[in-house]
């Protein structure tokens, strides 16, 4: 006999605590994975403790990230799907779910690896995206542990004859190129750009980073050995890993779910403050280059938030709602150098990308499920993105209600970096807010 499913009542029973990230970590083995995340993982694990999810419910998060919602999902022995366009991300997201029955593993292999780099070090292409920021022999040593890692613990269901296949690649091997991603970034620190997201790529003229392959291999040991100890460090109830997660590289515009087949989704977008998401990844992406099957410009292109210019020409759609419309005449109307041209381009583009993603995530929610939804407010200069409300405007036109709205001042954000848009008259800071949306039966307008 089979029970009918209780949709979770957003507007009471979830407990919402602030989304804002903070310097403080929440356990030891969260500190290995630094990359932006949209929400900290006492907001997800507060939210899904509170949500009265069937145990057979399945989470979703179209923009996963560093993987919080996956790893708080699985912690709660909860099933949950995480997708993310950038394959360097989908490797850190599975390293994240690394169980703690592992930790003793990972000395003896990495002594098998470090021994395989030496004696088999490979004939590094001058196309090699590391020569980019490494001088040859570094670059060769970087390349010759990657390659160990790839020979050791990647096999032919991650690399098949159709292409790369990420969501098949063991968190183990994960972990081991989270490991090398913490070398390279280490090592190109003196690129790091004004964004501190951002690894800018060096200038013609610019000496490339040399460093002996003894350095390399002690700072790879080094973090490995860390992250070992921390997995056999955390209390089983911190650290067990009991929900079954898929991570695999997809974009959040296209569905690739079956409708109706998602519980609940929990997640965040990119903001709209121009972080060029690919940017910042520059160094993994590099490491993992034999494993990528599209190139890093084409990459960059088809993120949500991406600084490129479309190719094509984009005509704003009515279900984007009457304050996206009149932030986009706002927008391109100003008198700034490019408003009308580059920068209404790019908005164009980040707004059909949010509205496509948002309606992939109604088709693919039960009806009654519910749509948890993080995002934060910006200013184009003088002119207030309210994403919030265009989030929900966008909901609302593609069968998302939205039933509960909490709002959390930020002192901090990432458009606050440029220093040119303290000229302008506006609030410092921003609002974070959490968006609860109950997918309904209406109609979806494509």
Known sequence: MTTAWTPPEVTTDLEIISPKR???????????????????????????????LDSEAVIWDPWNGSGTTTYAAAKLGLASIGFDINPAMVVVGRARLLASTEADSIEPILLKILKSSRTNRPDISHEDPLLDW?????????????????????????????????????????????SLFSVGRTLGAKFRASNPTWIRRPKASERRISASRARIEIAFTDMLTQMAKALQL??????????????????????????????????????????????ATRIEL????????????????DMMGSTQVPKG???????????????????????????????????????????RSTRSISQSLKTGGSAIIVVQDSYYKDIHNDLAQIVTEM????????????DF??????????????????????????????????????
């Not at 160990?148 to 990647?154: M, Q």
């Not at 590099?286 to 292109?301: A, C, E, F, Y």
């Not at 909901?395 to 909490?406: D, I, P, Q, Y």
């Not at 807010?433 to 307008?445: A, D, Q, W, Y």
Request: glycine share 6%; net charge positive; charged share 20%.
């Open 134 to 178: 490494y001088g040859p022999e570094t670059a060769c040593t970087i390349r010759a542990i990657e390659q160990s890692i790839r020979s050791h613990l990647v096999g032919s269901s991650t690399i098949t004859t159709e292409g790369t296949k990420l969501e098949n690649l063991s968190c183990l091997a994960a972990v081991f190129y989270v």
């Open 22 to 52: 903070t310097g403080k970590l929440e356990n030891q083995w969260e500190g290995f994975f630094p990359y932006y995340a949209g929400f900290p993982e006492a907001f997800a694990l507060r939210i899904l403790k509170t949500s009265r």
């Open 286 to 301: 590099s490491i993992l280059d034999p494993l990528l099957d599209s190139s890093v410009t084409s990459l960059r292109r």
């Open 395 to 406: 909901g609302s036109s593609v069968a998302l209600t939205l039933k509960r709205r909490e």
């Open 313 to 355: 020409t984009i005509q704003p759609n009515e279900g984007w709602g009457h304050t996206c419309l009149r932030f986009l005449s706002a927008l391109r109307g100003h008198s700034s150098k490019a408003s009308a041209s580059y920068y209404h381009k790019t908005h164009l583009d980040y707004f059909e990308k949010l509205f």
């Open 234 to 279: 955390s209390p089983p109830a911190q650290h067990e890993i009991v929900g079954a997660s898929r991570i695999k590289v997809a974009d959040s515009t296209t569905i690739q779910l079956p409708d109706k087949s998602i519980d609940m989704v929990l997640t965040s977008p990119p903001y709209c403050t121009r972080i060029d998401y690919a940017a």
């Open 409 to 446: 001042k930020s002192h901090r954000s990432m458009s606050g970096i440029n220093t040119h848009s303290k000229s302008y008259d506006r609030p410092s800071g921003a609002v974070e807010t959490v968006l609860c949306f109950e997918k309904s039966s209406g109609e979806i307008h494509l």
